[in-house]
């Protein structure tokens, strides 16, 4: 009776075949990996090089592992089916915006370049290759690079290839934007501008709370709590190409928060529901406002965002501004919560940034600042003790 093979164990030989009429010679290892558990019979796979030195180190890596249990038998499966089954199984809990993001990136991109690769054989330097040849900005390659390290890394995890060949990948230098938040003349500027206009209240709370423009569109009045002066942010108002999965998502970081507002804030949203009620009265029957939203146009409809930058842009032309975006009333408020003595925690708290590094990190430039006026005001007031 013929010995089984070990798992593990291997053999070498040179083989040589006709190629377009020449002989062609090659080395060639089988190693064992295991047994089908249904037929019992051995499952080998094949090595092949030109040199018997070559097979026989990629059969001995092959054999470490499996006697580790770290092998992975390579995965049949090409780049782009991986990733229509990963876009179609695995995203259940992405958001509906991100979703349709990743859907294209690998539509226009990962597909046509990397989909008819076997996904075992995609390498790390073809992976290079493939960011390094993007015609897009940094920023846009970037997104690329994590929607398709993203899919691999699911991969990893369900042992179809071993480790995932985008790792360490060089990526393009992305240029922070310069932040540019409003300072004080600048802000009555815009606050004037705004007065009698139907975004009045919200540019006061975006500048004095630092709300992202979908969390201020998404905010409902069950969540303001006058009594306390607390305000819990935890929806977003969905854009509308996105509403098929609902009015409202998450917001960015997964989870809410919540602020306590100024006294001033607190008084621009009473005198948003006043408003309100006069726009329900005037609209009559037509009034429907079924989620209790804080912010909407006068039928009691959602803003749209593409509706509120338009608005938002002739306000602040009617200022005398340039270039100011809504986005920029969030980094006006961090930065004079940083003026006003806020820590960089309650800051971040705030804002709802994942870590207080990130807000630092984002502002840091407005601290150091910041602090050498401090240090600047502490010498002339040990100055003018002296002089006493």
Request: net charge positive; glycine share 8%.
């Amino acid at each position: 009776m013929a010995k089984k093979s070990a798992k593990g164990a291997g053999t070498i030989r040179k083989k040589t075949v006709t190629r377009n009429g020449k002989p062609y010679t090659y080395w060639e290892a089988r190693v064992t990996t295991g047994r089908d558990p249904g037929t019992g019979k051995q499952i080998q796979r094949s090595f092949t090089g030109k040199t018997q030195k070559e097979v026989r180190e990629k059969m001995q890596a092959a054999a470490v592992e499996i006697n580790q249990g770290t092998y992975t038998a390579p995965s049949k499966l090409t780049v782009g089916q991986w990733l229509d089954i990963w876009q179609r199984d695995y995203l259940g809990s992405v958001k509906p915006c991100t979703v349709r993001t990743y859907k294209m990136a690998i539509g226009n991109h990962v597909c046509p370049a990397l989909g008819a690769v076997k996904l075992a054989d995609l390498h790390p330097h073809m992976v290079q290759g493939f960011i390094n040849g993007l015609k897009l900005a940094p920023a846009s390659a970037r997104l690329v690079y994590q929607v398709l390290h993203r899919a691999l890394e699911k991969a990893v995890d369900l042992n179809y290839i071993p480790r995932n060949p985008s790792d360490r990948c060089e990526l393009p230098r992305q240029d922070r934007k310069e932040i540019h938040p409003l300072d004080d003349q600048q802000i009555a500027a815009l606050l004037e501008a705004a007065e009698g206009t139907a975004l009045e209240y919200l540019v006061r709370v975006a500048l004095f709370t630092g709300m992202r423009q979908s969390e201020l569109l998404g905010l409902t009045w069950d969540v303001v709590d006058f009594t306390s002066g607390q305000i819990t942010i935890n929806k977003q108002l969905s854009r509308l190409e996105h509403r098929e999965a609902g009015l409202f998502i998450s917001p960015k970081s997964g989870k809410g928060r919540t602020i306590t507002a100024a006294p001033l804030v607190l008084r621009a949203l009473q005198a948003q529901k006043r408003r309100q009620a006069e726009m329900q009265l005037r609209a009559g029957p037509i009034w429907s406002n079924p989620h209790g939203l804080v912010f909407t146009n006068q039928a009691g409809a959602p803003l749209e965002q593409r509706s509120v930058d338009y608005q938002f842009r002739r306000i602040v032309a009617a200022a005398g501004l340039v270039g100011v975006r809504f986005h920029d009333t969030r980094h006006t408020y961090a930065v004079n919560a940083i003026r006003a003595g806020d820590d960089i925690k309650t800051v971040q708290g705030n804002l709802g940034h994942a870590t207080a590094a990130f807000t630092l990190d984002r502002y840091a430039h407005f601290t150091e600042a910041m602090q050498k006026d401090s240090a600047e005001r502490m010498e002339g007031f040990v100055k003018a003790v002296l002089n006493l």
